[in-house]
């Protein structure tokens, strides 16, 4: 079970004001991408469920960071039912993040107390989703709504908490606009997981990009 409370969670993602995620099949590369991250100051992360046997690699992860880096906080994205929110959940994800809104997912993730984000594009959806229990909406794809859009939504419900992503990137403009806009937080994935020019990921610098990302969003959150 989830080692975080969702309440903790929540405070987390504000605090650090990023969600970095990555998917890798193989856990030795997955587990170097961990500690790249991690050592970039991240202590809240996604772990995305994108190929066969995610769930797998994802446990193999969990129990390495309980045991290397016992105040990581890890969840999983890209989960789309409510049997895979409830896998993960039995692996000890600490919140769950949605592309849709699915009312599956919120009863799984809700019954056990734990922090679930639903992707959502439209004021209706993000309402739904706030009617289930919701905390943090995900705008998704991010890139086609754009910041403008938070902006105007949070005119009428000055209550939500949306968190961007796709669109997102370490450009510090890009970053200045969602977050003047009234972002919560970003979550950011291939604009931070780079790579080399062999395709292998650049640990070395994913670690830098990730500490000058987490240390720009702060100054912007101070200002």
Known sequence: MARFTRIQVALKMKE???VPLFYHPDIDVAKKMLHAIYKGGARLLEFTNR??????????????????????????????DGGT??????LGANFVVTPVLREDIAVVCNRKKVLWSPGCGSLTEICRAEELGCEIVKLFPGSTYG???????????????????????TDTENLKEW?????????????????????????????????KTLDFIQTIKKK
């Open 85 to 90: 929110a409830s896998l993960y959940l039995q």
């Open 16 to 18: 650090q004001g990023m």
């Open 51 to 80: 190929g066969d046997y995610a769930h797998e690699v994802f446990a193999h992860l969990y129990k390495y960071a309980e045991k290397e880096m016992p105040e990581l906080m890890m969840g999983v994205g890209s989960v789309t």
């Open 147 to 169: 910041p403008g859009f938070i902006k105007a939504i949070k005119g009428p419900q000055p209550w939500t908490n949306v968190m961007p992503t796709g669109g997102v990137s």
């Open 179 to 211: 977050f003047a806009a009234g972002a919560y937080c970003v979550g950011m994935g291939s604009k931070l997981m780079v790579k080399k020019a062999n395709g292998d990921f650049d640990l070395k610098k994913i670690e830098k990009l990730t500490k």
